[in-house]
């Protein structure tokens, strides 16, 4: 269900903001392919830089507040002895199926927390792993700090950061092919924040808003849900091959959690 709903978001965003079909639609004098209301947010015809007309060219980091992260000294027990921030790393976002974060394999403490300048970054955020290897996604739904493998963006601009994960996603070669880096490719900051991207006018972008959220509510729903049933299975699974508990109590477990 998650990777459909993905799929769903991902292909409007590539109609409306990379394609310009409802645009090139109009230009052609093809019938709606939209409600009336979302068909008349779209300009019908392009200007001189090729977007469409009244929609503006900017640069990714003039639109979100790109920040990179740190790895605290792991000889110092200070840092993550009973850790209870979470500090994500490339390795965390390999293990996801679906681009959404609730957890991290590592904990840091505050005084952890304090030797990393961007600092504990708030829900919301977008992680791009920046290197070894560079394209892992994802939205980090809980407060989390990050290590140095990231290209970190804070949304509360105009892009919204479901807007900006599915722009990573399609502008992902072009990333990889401003990469530097001797022995492994890398994406710094600086060479990531002048990248342009075509920022729609704020009803277009509204009624991308409109649609393209709940499904993403809808994936974090349906992962918290899955986590939660999976934690379910592994208590009661023991339990059910011991005979500590009968089927019926266990059916019964599984059903209040659902």
Known sequence: MNETLEAMARALFKDWFVDFGPTRAKMDGREPTLAPDLWDLFPD??????????????????????????????KDPAYWNGGVHHWVTPKDLSKLDIPVLLDTERKITDAGVGKISSGLLPPGTVLLSSR?????????????????????????????????????????????????????????????RPIPVVVPSN????????????????????????????????????????GEIRLRDAEKQVEAVA
């Open 45 to 74: 015809r392009f200007d001189a830089e090729g977007k469409p007309e009244g929609w503006d060219l900017s640069e990714i980091g003039r639109e979100v507040e790109v920040v990179g992260g740190a790895t605290p000294s792991t």
């Open 132 to 192: 070894a290897p560079i394209g892992y996604l994802a939205i980090a739904e809980i407060p989390t700090a990050v290590n140095q493998g990231f290209i970190a963006m804070i949304c509360k601009k105009r892009l919204p950061n479901v807007f900006v994960l599915f722009w990573c996603y399609e502008n992902l070669d072009y990333i990889k092919g401003i990469s530097g880096g001797s022995t492994f490719a890398e994406i710094s900051k600086k060479a990531f």
């Open 203 to 242: 009803k277009a972008m509204a009624a991308f808003e409109g649609i393209a959220r709940p499904l993403y509510d809808r994936i974090v729903a349906n992962t918290r849900e899955s986590r939660t049933l999976a934690q379910t299975r592994d208590l009661l699974l023991p339990k059910l091959m011991s």
